[in-house]
């Protein structure tokens, strides 16, 4: 399916302090903190990372609101790539791709996190009723970013 | 890294400090007049005048003269591309390697 709005890719990059290997398997560990499917804060993880293995797993906010996430592995190259598919409520129900790239820096890990083919809408939801608290969190980051 | 454009950075820079955040704020509940902004703030009219300057830069107010009252209006629309900036994924992505991140710091510093 061909989505019919514009669409954006995000890029992060962050320098891990571990092997390439050790990045690799923690990512696709959902006991590691701060993996997408870290079982901490998800409920209902199943996760199994192998060519066209699924993954399912289900954010709760605090009100309750649920926002389930699933998709395939496409892309299992050990400590250098995954890719996998990732729908979500916010990506209309089409497939995004999301591809973490790790390449070995001294004793580090460069990783870096593309989330390409997303909606470039509203999704960020910035509505005036709440901008400001977003705004305060937005411009703290922006300084920690600027200050690294 | 994400790019920040230049229009981006100046309504970043005119975000950035608390004083017209707050004027914003205040903005956003409806127009008002310049001494009416400046009332509540511990702030000379000459410090006020000068926020609302940036501000003004940046497209986040627009200004009205009606009589001798200069009638000032929020202007959200330069904001919509703070949020696309700020996607709910980037956000989510940040929190996420932030984590991830921390978890391999720590676990270097014990070894």
């Known amino acids: 399916m061909i989505p019919s709005y514009k669409t954006m890719t995000i890029t992060l990059n962050r320098t891990i302090p571990a092997s390439p290997a050790e990045v690799y398997a923690a990512w696709l560990d959902p006991a590691t903190p701060g993996t997408p499917w870290d079982r901490s804060e998800c409920e209902k993880v199943i996760l199994d990372p192998r060519i066209d293995g699924l993954f399912y797993f289900k954010r709760v906010s605090p009100d309750r609101v649920e926002f389930p996430h699933f998709g395939r592995f496409v892309v299992l190259d050990a400590a250098k790539k995954i890719e996998y598919t990732w729908m979500s409520p916010f990506t209309h129900g089409v497939e995004s791709v999301v591809t973490v790239e790790l390449e070995r820096k001294g004793d580090d890990t460069l990783l870096q996190l593309r989330h390409s083919n997303l909606p470039d809408d509203e999704l960020g939801h910035m509505h005036t009723a709440g901008w400001t608290s977003r705004l ?13 | 890294m994400f790019s920040v454009n ?48 940036v501000l003004e830069e ?54």
């Open chain 1, 136 to 148: 305060d969190a937005l411009v703290e980051r922006f300084q920690v970013r600027r200050n690294r």
């Open chain 2, 6 to 53: 230049e229009e981006l950075s100046t309504v970043l820079g005119a975000v950035a400090h608390p004083a017209r955040r707050a004027i914003l704020s205040r903005l956003a509940g409806g127009p008002a007049r310049v001494t009416e902004i400046a009332a509540p703030f511990d702030l000379s009219l000459n410090a006020v005048s000068k926020h609302l300057k």
């Open chain 2, 58 to 111: 940046a497209g986040l107010i627009a200004r009205e003269k009606v009589g001798r009252d200069h009638i000032i209006t929020f202007r959200g629309a330069p904001l919509r591309k703070v949020s696309v900036w700020v996607h709910e994924y980037q956000r989510f992505w940040n929190e996420r390697l932030d984590k991830f991140e921390g978890f391999f710091k720590e676990k270097r510093r014990r070894s």
